[in-house]
């Protein structure tokens, strides 16, 4: 494992590793604030992005989040409607807000980039 | 079937097993959640599948348990990368790792089921605690120079057992041979049941599971046990104990207990209520008789007691009872028949036992379960041989690194077992999904016993022989190649490597043509005895058992007010059922011709013939205008050819069965009706006319009346006249389409399981036949270039699998002739073997070759010759 972290910080020269998929899932966590446990996320996303998201790929971005310490979880209660299992609640972490920041100033600063005229073509193109 | 709304507990379990504990209880927690809510939005099946989709895409790096915790031991990284070298072969190649696991899942899955059918077959009656105790009394006889074995014995017998030879057995208890249907009501509710009379102590010897009561309940003649099923249907959800119900509106009796309903493997399941022996002979039979054949006699051993030493003692008990004369003419000798030998080893030939038709079957599933597993391990092997040639520049690297052999077998063992693994993952998802259609069809209630550690242990054995049986070519070939020849690149897998995969895909083709052929006949055979001439019309036919006293005199009153309704055209009664062959008696003779063989013979009223349809030969029906015919018979077309009378109408013939009964006048000769199996012949009989009040009720439907208005209409006749009867009707033609439900059954599992045998060959020769096609690409290229055309190409890659398959063709229409032969012998009323039969699957198996192997062929032939010559 130790060997593992040093390799990946001696290749991410990147300062905020975030995918597309956990971008959109930490920004849900996000938004369901105290509310983001499995399903209200994966519901969440569901219903906002109209894609559907398996149990898995969820849990292992949320791994993957947790893991690189943009987001931090807390157990909640245990209910009869999960036959007694407890809910892990997830909440952003200050290093997660960072991310977030980095990530959507970087694609704003790309997106301004972009010159005037090649969008109106595309929308004309459309 | 139960209805829980918990998800398949197998893959909750598969989940726990693999996830990481850190993160378990949460996503369990969640599955749980979206499984809860899908099961009120979908249904169960819906929602089981998507939880199984759910937990198999689980399945993945993150999420999994760290196989490893230590990562720095040496001899556990080479295996760690064993298996990620086999899992990017995979990746690398999906469609054949689809293929390779698809057709194993299949063959898996049919194992699977097969395996579980077996092993519901083999624990029969285990549900029983003293199943290894109880033993059943039968008696070999001797009549007329042939040895006939009995279970259906006197009264006297068991009595004399149990005061005489009690030292041996913990219990005896004498039970009305056969169920007996009765109708059983609690004022309003009344409901006809199969059940057993039955002495005190055999529920103990049973051991029937109480819900209520007591087990130790049938103490008082007027007392029963109901099942919980009836119990429910009779009281809701009251406790009944204590309540009375009536039977037959003849008795009433006392509720003493309710038991957990017998499952469905058990040779009592049908068993709706124990009632006791001393009711049901009470006034008409003794409890010591020796000379009425109607009781079923169970034992229940004393501990340690050995079966054959009691055998030898109780082997001449009956001679002493019966008479010298009978006894000398007919030796009969009692033994006990073991309970776990009665669902597969009770069928006897002149004494002897034989063969069972459920061992039968037990045997025929099982080696079809083995096959088509072998089919699908054999794909694994063709398409594993075929990829040798990309894997063996991989074998000589690690050979020449310094890998030994054994390694290298290791390595591909491995590679084996996880594909195995898998398989068995997506089988097991198949096999859970399919279980409920599974016992529809093969009539029995199976589920994966989970908590049995025998089922995990066979499973593990099982995953582990396949996964060997698939990888020992691919692990002894592949591991054999020398490094210098593999890496100068002189290696050619030739010829060497063709003939066993021929070999192979021989074997898979014959297997398959074999079951193809098995399939028809089996159809075909079903369907020439459906369409065999039953000599009656059994549209709009009803029938019923007049199951109650207050239909005594009531007949003509019945029939009467059933015409009047209009919905009937008439009605007639006989004593027995027109779909059953009982009632058998000797004694004709005519004049001073006797007839040693006994006759099929029933009583009918007048007007059965016009109620059922018969078809006349010759002569007429009975008719109320002729006074004589109370002495008058009609006669079938089997009984006429036995008494040989030139003109039987009109003739005399006198019947003696033991006593003198009369002088009958012969007045029409009927068509044979196929009463008994329609694949039997049909039976000679004699049906007399009575006036008495007789058992079955056939009712003939007016076909201008919708059936469902005829039976309301009927109903309500019943309701007036005879209040304590129910109106439990059957259909004849459904009765009569119940006695193909067995051979439908092995017609449904053999076309399942065929189409599986086809599909599974198929996989495995387009993936062969892809490999071949990728293997010659540059021959073909150059082909075309020297002006080959796309026909000459087809038919050149084409030509070598025909071959092949008619080689399977030739092996498996012999074997398919002896087989279907040999089934077909038990019927005597069966289909000729037809040589169509044999071309057509023959035909079917080369067409489905050809289409297979040319989507390969033709896409390589008309591809661009400058591609594949281009590469490299």
Redesign the interface.
């Known amino acids: 494992m130790v060997l593992n972290t040093t390799i990946r910080k001696l290749l991410l020269v990147k300062k905020f590793q975030l995918g597309e998929f956990e971008e959109v899932v930490i920004l849900t966590v996000g938004i369901l604030y105290r509310e983001a446990y499995g399903v209200s996320i994966k519901k969440e996303i569901e219903t906002r992005l109209g894609r559907s998201v398996s149990v898995g790929a969820l849990q292992t971005a949320l791994k993957r989040l947790e893991d690189k310490g943009y987001i931090e979880s807390s157990d909640g209660e245990s209910t009869e409607e999960r036959a007694g299992r407890p809910r892990k609640y997830f909440q952003i972490t200050a290093l997660g807000k960072k991310a977030i920041e980095y990530t959507r100033s970087t694609r704003e600063s790309l997106y301004r980039a972009i010159p005037k005229i090649a969008l109106k073509t595309n929308i004309v193109g459309i | 079937m139960r209805r829980n709304s918990?998800p398949p507990r197998l893959f909750i379990r598969l989940f726990r097993w693999f996830c990481d504990e850190s993160?378990h209880?949460?996503?369990?927690?969640?599955?749980?959640?979206?499984y809860?809510e899908r099961l009120s939005n979908y249904g169960k099946t819906r929602a089981d599948l998507r939880f199984i989709?759910?937990v198999l895409?689980?399945?993945?790096?993150?999420?999994i348990r760290p196989l490893f915790t230590n990562?720095n031991t040496t001899s556990m990284s080479i295996y760690k990368n064993y298996i990620t070298i086999g899992w990017r072969n995979l990746l690398r190649n999906k469609g054949y790792s689809l293929i390779n696991i698809g057709g194993l899942a299949a063959g898996m899955s049919v194992a699977i089921l097969i395996g579980l059918w077996i092993y519901d077959e083999l624990s029969f009656n285990k549900y029983h605690d003293n199943y290894n105790r109880i033993a059943q009394v039968y008696c070999k006889k001797n009549q007329g120079g042939e040895t006939y074995v009995n279970t259906a014995l006197v009264t006297g017998l068991g009595t004399l057992l149990k005061n005489e030879y009690g030292n041996h057995f913990e219990r005896v208890a004498m039970v009305r041979a056969r169920t007996e249907e009765r109708v059983l009501a609690n004022v309003e509710k009344k409901f006809t049941e199969m059940g057993f009379f039955i002495q005190p102590e055999g529920p103990a010897m049973l051991s029937l599971r109480m819900k209520h009561g007591t087990i130790d309940g049938l103490r008082d003649m007027n007392s029963i046990l109901l099942s919980s099923t009836v119990a429910q249907k009779l009281f809701g959800d009251a406790d009944p104990v204590g309540q009375t119900i009536s039977m037959d509106a003849a008795w009433d009796l006392k509720v003493t207990g309710v038991y957990e309903d017998i499952p469905k493997n058990s040779h009592f399941h049908e068993a709706s209520y124990f009632a006791t022996l001393d009711r049901y002979l009470n006034g008409w039979a003794s409890i010591d008789a020796w000379d009425n054949y109607h009781m079923y006699i169970y034992v229940q051993l004393k501990q340690g007691a050995e079966l054959e030493q009691i055998n030898a003692v109780v082997k001449d008990s009956m001679l002493d009872h019966i008479g010298k004369e009978t006894a000398e003419e007919e030796k009969p000798e009692v033994f006990l028949h073991p309970m776990n030998r009665w669902h597969l080893y009770s069928e006897w030939e002149n004494g002897f036992p034989v063969m069972s038709k459920n061992l039968v079957a037990v045997w025929y599933y099982g080696a079809i379960g083995v096959f088509v597993l072998l089919l699908a391990c054999i794909n694994f092997m063709n398409l594993s041989t075929a990829r040798c040639e990309k894997r063996a520049k991989e074998v000589g690297i690690r050979k020449s690194i310094g890998s030994l052999r054994s390694q290298l077998v290791q390595q591909f063992y491995g590679e084996s077992f996880m594909v195995s693994v898998f398989a068995f993952c997506i089988a097991m998802a198949i096999v859970q999904l399919s279980l409920p259609w599974f016992n529809s069809v093969s009539g029995k209630s199976i589920s994966i016993p989970v908590d049995e550690v025998i089922f995990w242990l066979m499973t593990f054995t099982f995953v582990f022989v396949t996964g060997l049986l698939a990888g020992i070519y691919p692990a002894i070939y592949l591991s054999s190649f020398s490094p210098v020849k593999v890496l100068k690149g002189t290696f050619k897998t030739g010829k060497r490597g063709a003939t066993p995969r021929r070999v192979l895909v021989v074997v898979q083709f014959s297997v398959s043509i074999l079951l193809t052929i098995g399939t028809i006949i089996v159809y075909q055979q079903l369907q020439y005895a459906k369409n065999r001439p039953v000599g009656y019309d059994r549209s709009s036919l009803i029938g019923l058992r007049a199951a109650s006293p207050d239909f005594r005199g009531k007949y003509e009153v019945l029939r009467n007010e059933l015409k009047n309704t209009g919905a009937v055209i008439d009605i007639a009664e006989a004593n027995y059922p027109i779909t059953d062959t009982r009632g058998w008696n000797p004694g004709f003779s005519w004049g001073e011709k006797v007839y040693e063989p006994a006759f099929n013979t029933i009583f009918v009223s007048y007007d059965y013939g016009k109620t059922i349809g018969w078809e006349f030969l010759e002569g007429r029906d009975f008719s109320r205008e002729f006074a004589s015919d109370t002495a008058g018979i009609v006669i079938n077309e089997s009984a006429a050819k036995i008494f040989g009378i030139k003109d039987p109408v009109g003739e005399y013939l006198k019947w003696s069965p033991g006593r003198d009964r009369g002088t009958f006048r012969i007045v029409g000769v009927v068509k044979d009706m196929v009463k008994g199996s329609p694949y039997d012949v049909t039976y000679p009989s004699v049906i007399f006319l009575s006036r008495d009040d007789m058992q079955w009720l056939y009712i003939r439907l007016n076909p201008a009346v919708s059936t469902h208005d005829a039976l309301g209409k009927i109903e309500k006749v019943f309701a007036r006249l005879v209040p304590s009867a129910p109106f439990d009707y059957t259909f004849a033609d459904e009765a009569y389409a119940a006695k193909f439900a067995a051979e439908e059954r092995i017609g449904k599992l053999a076309s399942l399981f065929s189409a599986l045998a086809i599909v599974i060959s198929c996989l495995g020769l387009f993936g062969l036949a892809a490999f071949t096609v990728e293997q010659r690409t540059k021959e073909i290229g150059i082909r075309k270039v020297l002006g080959a055309t796309v026909a000459n190409l087809w038919q050149m890659l084409s030509k070598e699998f025909i071959m092949l398959v008619l080689t399977a063709c030739v092996i498996a229409v012999p074997l398919g002739y002896y087989f279907m032969n040999t089934w077909l012998q038990q019927f005597v009323y069966r289909m000729p073997l037809r040589w169509e039969v044999f071309a057509i699957s023959c035909l079917g198996g080369i067409v489905i070759t050809i289409v297979t192997v040319s989507f390969q062929a033709i896409k390589a032939a008309v591809a661009n010759p400058v591609s594949s010559l281009r590469s490299e």
């Open positions: 918990s993160m209880p949460y996503i369990e927690g969640d599955l749980i959640e979206l809860k989709i759910d895409l689980l399945f993945r790096p993150g999420i990562q």
